[in-house]
């Protein structure tokens, strides 16, 4: 069983940053690879970024690529999403997740999800 508890959405204006976060526990958070996933109303779940738990693999969303960092703290177990020069079109719920195998950008491929975290951008 895996646990992951999300924070630190908001409201800010474009061009501003934001931070999110996803801390993961249980006994095999660590087989997981973790995912950013974004859904804004009547739209579909997103992929947004990933990482894993080993080694430096990131993989990015075009949408996000240049502006958004995905990276871990591996003392704190803890999976961060820093959001910088955001748009208007960045407002969505963003959600965390941990996936086993290769299909990431798919969000059934999903086994665990955090309870998601909104971010409102203003123009």
């Known amino acids: 069983q895996v646990q992951l508890v999300t924070s630190g959405g908001g409201l800010v204006q474009a061009g501003d940053s934001l931070r999110l976060s996803c801390a993961a526990s249980?006994?095999?958070?660590?087989?997981?690879?973790m995912g950013w996933f974004r859904q804004a109303p009547g739209k579909e779940r997103d992929f947004v970024a990933l990482?894993?738990?080993?080694?430096?693999?990131?993989d990015y969303a075009d949408s996000v690529k240049g502006r958004f960092t995905i990276s871990r703290d591996d003392d704190k177990d803890t999976v961060y999403l820093q959001m910088n020069s955001v748009k208007p079109e960045d407002t969505a719920v963003y959600y965390c997740?941990?996936?086993?195998?290769?299909?990431?950008?798919?969000?059934?491929?999903?086994?665990?999800w955090g309870q998601g975290t909104q971010v409102t951008v203003s123009s």
């Open positions: 997740g941990a996936v086993y195998g290769s299909n990431h950008r798919d969000p059934n491929a999903y086994a665990y």
């Open positions: 990482i894993k738990w080993t080694g430096s693999y990131t």
């Open positions: 249980g006994p095999t958070f660590g087989s997981y690879a």
